[in-house]
């Protein structure tokens, strides 16, 4: 696998192909690290070939495409499944954004419970132990027998953990502590994948 050179910054996330003193994304200084990176094209076409699928996406018209049959997950709040057009569309990704503090893991174990009536849940935890989630779960009265736990942020262990639950959903608290042991900072930090 073919790898190649990118700056971060450790600040705001931002990447560019050059070393730069200010980062453009955040305006901090001297926050752009060295950072190695595996080919993704590479990578993506030997995912593809390996799989079966042709690395060829052909577009398709506007006309051609089937709208309004995809399956939809209720959450149990009436007004986040309305904001969501009707539920979670299954294979859809949903970012829930938030300060610190204001109640995105509580809400999204919340979720849980209605959604794991019906399907299996996986929740991926990168900031708490198993059993501090169980606490707060206990305490909201979260008591579904089809919601999985793990306290993991390595992104090869999280998928090898989906491929053996098989989940319908799986909750990824919080994204930017999720990492990949292929791409790392100059100074041998692993970064964000």
Same mark, same amino acid.
């Given at each position: 696998?073919?790898?190649? $050179? *990118?700056?971060?910054?450790?600040?705001c996330?931002y990447?560019?192909?050059?070393w730069?003193?200010k980062?453009?994304?955040?305006?901090?200084?001297?926050?752009m690290?060295e950072?190695?990176?595996a080919?993704?094209?590479t990578?993506?076409a030997?995912?593809?070939a390996a799989?079966?699928?042709s690395a060829?996406?052909?577009?398709?018209?506007i006309?051609?495409?089937?709208?309004?049959s995809e $399956?939809?997950?209720? $959450?149990?709040?009436?007004?986040?499944?309305?904001?969501l057009?009707?539920?979670?569309?299954?294979?859809?990704?949903?970012?829930?954004?938030g300060?610190?503090?204001?109640?995105?893991? *509580?809400?999204?174990?919340?979720?849980?419970q209605?959604?794991g009536?019906?399907?299996?849940?996986?929740y991926?935890?990168?900031e708490e132990?198993?059993?501090?989630?169980?606490?707060r779960a206990e305490?909201?009265?979260v008591t579904?027998e089809?919601?999985?736990?793990i306290s993991? *942020?390595?992104?090869?262990t999280i998928?090898e953990?989906?491929?053996?639950v098989k989940?319908?959903?799986?909750?990824?608290?919080?994204?930017q $502590?999720m990492?990949?042991q292929?791409? *790392?900072?100059?100074?041998?930090?692993?970064s964000?994948?």
């Amino acid at each position: 696998m073919k790898s190649k $050179t *990118t700056y971060i910054c450790n600040e705001c996330g931002y990447q560019s192909p050059k070393w730069m003193g200010k980062c453009p994304g955040c305006n901090s200084w001297n926050t752009m690290e060295e950072t190695i990176v595996a080919d993704k094209k590479t990578s993506a076409a030997r995912t593809a070939a390996a799989s079966g699928v042709s690395a060829a996406v052909k577009p398709k018209k506007i006309g051609d495409v089937q709208a309004g049959s995809e $399956t939809r997950y209720k $959450t149990g709040f009436k007004e986040l499944d309305r904001v969501l057009g009707g539920g979670i569309v299954k294979g859809s990704l949903i970012l829930v954004g938030g300060d610190p503090g204001i109640g995105k893991s *509580t809400l999204l174990l919340q979720i849980c419970q209605k959604a794991g009536e019906e399907k299996k849940i996986l929740y991926v935890s990168g900031e708490e132990s198993e059993g501090q989630i169980k606490m707060r779960a206990e305490r909201l009265g979260v008591t579904c027998e089809s919601l999985y736990l793990i306290s993991e *942020t390595d992104v090869e262990t999280i998928i090898e953990c989906i491929n053996g639950v098989k989940p319908d959903i799986v909750i990824i608290d919080s994204i930017q $502590t999720m990492n990949r042991q292929d791409i *790392t900072l100059g100074g041998g930090q692993r970064s964000a994948g």
